[in-house]
C-alpha cells in the first residue's frame, strides 16, 4: 500500500515521535511506500489565507472556498498546498499521528486540515461521505492523551474519547469519503515506565503488521 503519514509533535523525542519512528520501520519492513508530512519540522503555518493559491478569484473580498474553487479549475493552489493534496490522492491509506490537545486537533495539523482540504479538489460539488472524493481510502488516527483511560470512558472525568473524535472521524475524514479504523490510542505515556511504553510500540507495530486486513469501524460506534 501507498501509507500518508501526517505527524505533529513540538519534540521529537516524544512518544508521538517514537510511534511514528516505529510505524515508519515496520511499513517498510512490510514493503508499504511510505510519505510523511513531519508539520512541526518543516514549520507548516497553520493559518489559511491567499498564500495558499497563486491565483486570485476575488481580489476585493477574500472567500475561501470561492478561491479554492478557482485554483481547483486553474491549478493554482501554492506549491506547499499542492504537494500535500498530492500525498492524499497517491496513498491508500492516511494515518495521523499527535497528541490529543484541548480534546481535539493540535493547531499546526488542524490549520494543515484548514488549508488542505480544499473545497472543489478534496470536496464539493456533491462529493461528501459515501460519495466523497477518497471513498476508495482508508484513513486512521494514532494519538495520545494527557490522561488516563478511565478519565475518557463514557462515565469518566473527560468523556467517551469516541464523542471526542467524532468531529474529526466524521466531520473532517468521513466527510471526504475515508473509511475510518478504530483509532490507535495511548492513554498517558508521560506517566508509564519505560517498559510499558516498550510493550505500547510493540503492540503498535503489531497492529500495523496487518493493518492491510484490518476491518473499518462501524459507524454507530461514534455516530
Known amino acids: 500500500m501507498n501509507i500518508f503519514i501526517v505527524y505533529y509533535h513540538p519534540e521529537p523525542q516524544s512518544f508521538n515521535g517514537a510511534l511514528l519512528a516505529r510505524a515508519k520501520g515496520v511499513l517498510e519492513e512490510n514493503g508499504h511506500s511510505l510519505r510523511i508530512s513531519d508539520l512541526h519540522d518543516k514549520a507548516f503555518n497553520p493559518v489559511s489565507g491567499r498564500h495558499n493559491f497563486t491565483t486570485v478569484d476575488n481580489a476585493n473580498f477574500y472567500k475561501q472556498q470561492f478561491e479554492e474553487l478557482n485554483a481547483t479549475e486553474k491549478n493554482g493552489f501554492s506549491q506547499e498546498i499542492a504537494g500535500e493534496i498530492d500525498n492524499i490522492f497517491w496513498c491508500d491509506m492516511m494515518i495521523w499521528q499527535f497528541p490529543l490537545w484541548w480534546f481535539g486537533l493540535p493547531a499546526p495539523l488542524k490549520g494543515w486540515v484548514d488549508r488542505v482540504f480544499a473545497m472543489g479538489r478534496v470536496y464539493g460539488n456533491g462529493r461528501y461521505y459515501d460519495n466523497g472524493v477518497f471513498r476508495d481510502k482508508r484513513a486512521m488516527l494514532s494519538l495520545t492523551t494527557g490522561g488516563p483511560q ?3 470512558m463514557e462515565d469518566g472525568f473527560n468523556g467517551d474519547i469516541y464523542a471526542i473524535l467524532r468531529p ?18 495511548v492513554y498517558g505515556p508521560a506517566h508509564l515506565t519505560e517498559e510499558e511504553r516498550t510493550l505500547l510500540l510493540d503492540r503498535y507495530g503489531r497492529r500495523l503488521g496487518n493493518i492491510e486486513s484490518e476491518k473499518p469501524m462501524a459507524v454507530g460506534r461514534y455516530g
Open 150 to 152: 478511565e478519565a475518557y
Open 168 to 185: 474529526i472521524h466524521r466531520g473532517i475524514l468521513e466527510f471526504a469519503g475515508f473509511t475510518v479504523l478504530q483509532p490507535h490510542i
